[in-house]
Structure formats: structure tokens, C-alpha cells
């Protein structure tokens, strides 16, 4: 049964608690991505696996479908066929074309070879994991990792579980951003300067390089889920 906090993590800081100026009603900027959008079927078949890295690789180094022509000596026609998938290449034309991209001839096969990972986690399966940091009484359940994959981002899923013996901190700062799902119990959960009151059905987004963390342990137990991403190859 959930229990209201001491009073002594029940103070003044709930009595400055404020909602924050950037709540999602002042996002203006599109969103690009469509969640219901197909990736074109074909795109298991060779020749445009091929032709979408040769097109990745060519607006890395910045250059344009004529300055690779020239370097290549490929005709315009052909590097668009080869770049949409709608012709496969001559080995002696991946060569020329890796030569000129500056990368192995193996690099074209990528995205056809790579397999997509998944991970299924049963209710109550989870690993229960010490992160870099972690407080006393903070259980943080993982509920699964992927580690290199196409995205470039590792995200980082956990359940998170506070009772009487976990302690308030809400100076956690790492690289990154954090998505925060309440679940059970309240908080008022600090992100820099500003202080959010939350209760179950309540969620907050933020960059994880500012100051954040639990600042006032309103009612327990309590529990939420917290989703950390940040770039391959950093810390998160």
C-alpha cells in the first residue's frame, strides 16, 4: 500500500514545485519522421543495398552524383541507376567506385548482410543492474540492450524502483536524453532549475546533461520507467 513520504523529503522544495515553461504544447518545430511509413520492399534485394550505401558514402565526403562521375568515369545515367537500386554494378565498377569513395568494396554490402536485432523480455525478467552513479535504494531494472545497430544510438530501457530506503539525488547528469514514465507513487523530480510534481500517467523528456534526478519522495513506493539514449561509442 503506498505511503506518504517523511516529512523531512516532503518540505518546502513540493512548495516550490512548478511546472516547467516547455510542456509539449509549445512544440512547433515538424516532425519529419512518419511513424506508419514502409521502408521500400525491395530493399533486401542486393542492388539496392548497394545503391543506398554508395549514395551514404558519397553525401559523407559531400560531393555531388557529377563530381563522382568524374572521379569514376561512370556515366551520370549509370551512377542513378546504381544509387536507386535499379542496376547492380560490375565488380569493376565497385572497385572504381570504392577507390573513389576512399572505402573497402565489402562496405557496398553492408545494409544487405547486417542482420536487425530484437529483445523480448517476460514480465518480471529483467536484469537488475548497477549503473555508474546508482544511489542507494534506486533498483534499476534493464529490460534490454542492443548494442551496435544501424541507428548509431544505444537507448538504455529500465524500470526504476524507489522505497523508504532509496535516497533522494537530483544531481544524476549524464550524456544524452532521458525519458521519464510514471508508473506508480509521486515525486517531484528536478531537471536543472525546474521542478515537476509527477504522478502515475504523468511523463517528462529531457537532455540528460543537465542536473537531474529525485528531489522530494512524495508517496512510495514508486516506480517509473526511465529511457536513456545517447550516440554508439560514448558514455551513457
Request: proline share 6%; with cysteine; glycine share 8%.
Amino acid at each position: 500500500m503506498a505511503k506518504k513520504a517523511s516529512s523531512f523529503r516532503n518540505g518546502a522544495a513540493a512548495a516550490k514545485a512548478k511546472p516547467s515553461p516547455k510542456n509539449v504544447a509549445t512544440i512547433r518545430a515538424p516532425l519529419t519522421q512518419d511513424p506508419h511509413a514502409v521502408r521500400d520492399t525491395r530493399e533486401k534485394v542486393l542492388e539496392v543495398a548497394i545503391g543506398r550505401e554508395v549514395r551514404a558514402f558519397r553525401k559523407k565526403l559531400g560531393i555531388t552524383v557529377a563530381d563522382l562521375a568524374a572521379a569514376t568515369d561512370i556515366s551520370l545515367g549509370m551512377l542513378s541507376k546504381i544509387e536507386n537500386g535499379i542496376t547492380s554494378p560490375s565488380l569493376t565498377t565497385l572497385q572504381a567506385l570504392s577507390r573513389a569513395l576512399g572505402v573497402p568494396v565489402t562496405a557496398f554490402f553492408r545494409r544487405f548482410e547486417e542482420e536487425r536485432s530484437a529483445v523480448f523480455v517476460r514480465a518480471g525478467e529483467g536484469l537488475d543492474v548497477e549503473r555508474r552513479g546508482t544511489r542507494a535504494g534506486h533498483q534499476y531494472n534493464l529490460l534490454g540492450h542492443i548494442g551496435s545497430n544501424t541507428s548509431g544510438v544505444v537507448v538504455e530501457p529500465y524500470l526504476i524502483t524507489l522505497t523508504e530506503d532509496s535516497d533522494v539525488f537530483p544531481t544524476f547528469q549524464h550524456e544524452g536524453m532521458e525519458f521519464l514514465y510514471m508508473l506508480e507513487g509521486e515525486v517531484t523530480y528536478r531537471h536543472g532549475s525546474n521542478l515537476y510534481p509527477m504522478k502515475p500517467g504523468d511523463s517528462l523528456f529531457f537532455d540528460a546533461d543537465a542536473p537531474h534526478g529525485p528531489e522530494v519522495l512524495t508517496v512510495l513506493p514508486m516506480r517509473y520507467l526511465s529511457i536513456i539514449c545517447y550516440p554508439q561509442g560514448s558514455a551513457g
